[in-house]
Each structure stands twice: as C-alpha cells, then as structure tokens.
C-alpha cells in the first residue's frame, strides 16, 4: 500500500468519523466519505482493548496486505475500525470478511489476480 493512499492526521480520522454513518459488518466498522480530490485513502484504527502494540500492528499490517490487494474507485476517504471479535478470526476469515464489507459499499472496482 502506497503511503499516499494512508489517512494520517488526527483531525482528517475526526472529520470522516463525526460527518459520516458507519457501516457495521461482524467485526469491523467503516466510515467513507466521498470527496473531490483523485485519489483514495484508507485508515485503520484498532484500540488497546485488542491487545498490546505487536498484536495491534499485526492486525494492522493484515489490513493493510486485504486492502492493497483490491482495485478501487478514486474520490473517497475510508476509516476502518477493528472491533475485539477480530482476534478469534484467521487471515483468510478477515479477509473474506473486509473485501464482502468493502464490496458492498461499492468502492471496489473489480478483484485483482493475484
């Protein structure tokens, strides 16, 4: 994943959270906002309760390695969020389960072969 493709400023993960409705799915919560700009950006948060830092980047690089593999629509920002549920599954789970999510918020283009 490219780093130009990361949402990293603290108030642009306020300004996606407090103007925009989730969409809930098993155990992950995700915010778009669409937006003008020609490109599109993920963030990913996963609180302490998940566990310590290894465990939190863990899960993180395993979001990061399901998202880079799709192709996606430009203009849009998107907040994923991890709920605790997410340490009982397995990779290939988490990723059926983010690209169903991600899918159905239609910003997907088509699945890259891989």
């Known amino acids: 994943m490219k780093k130009i493709n990361i ?3 603290n108030r642009d993960y306020n300004r996606i959270i407090n103007s925009n409705r989730p969409f809930k799915y098993k155990d992950f919560i995700i915010y778009i906002d669409k937006k003008e700009p020609s490109v599109y950006r993920f963030g990913f948060s996963v609180g302490k309760k998940i566990g310590n830092a290894v465990t939190r980047n863990h899960i ?3 979001l990061k390695e399901i998202v880079s593999k799709n192709d996606y629509k430009n203009n849009f920002d998107c907040i994923i969020i ?3 549920g997410i340490l009982k599954l397995s990779f290939n789970e ?3 389960n983010l690209n169903f ?4 918020l239609k910003i997907v283009k088509e699945q890259k072969d891989a």
């Open 7 to 9: 949402v990293k400023e």
């Open 101 to 104: 999510a991600l899918k159905k």
């Open 82 to 84: 991890v709920g605790k």
């Open 60 to 62: 993180k690089r395993q």
């Open 94 to 96: 988490m990723t059926e």
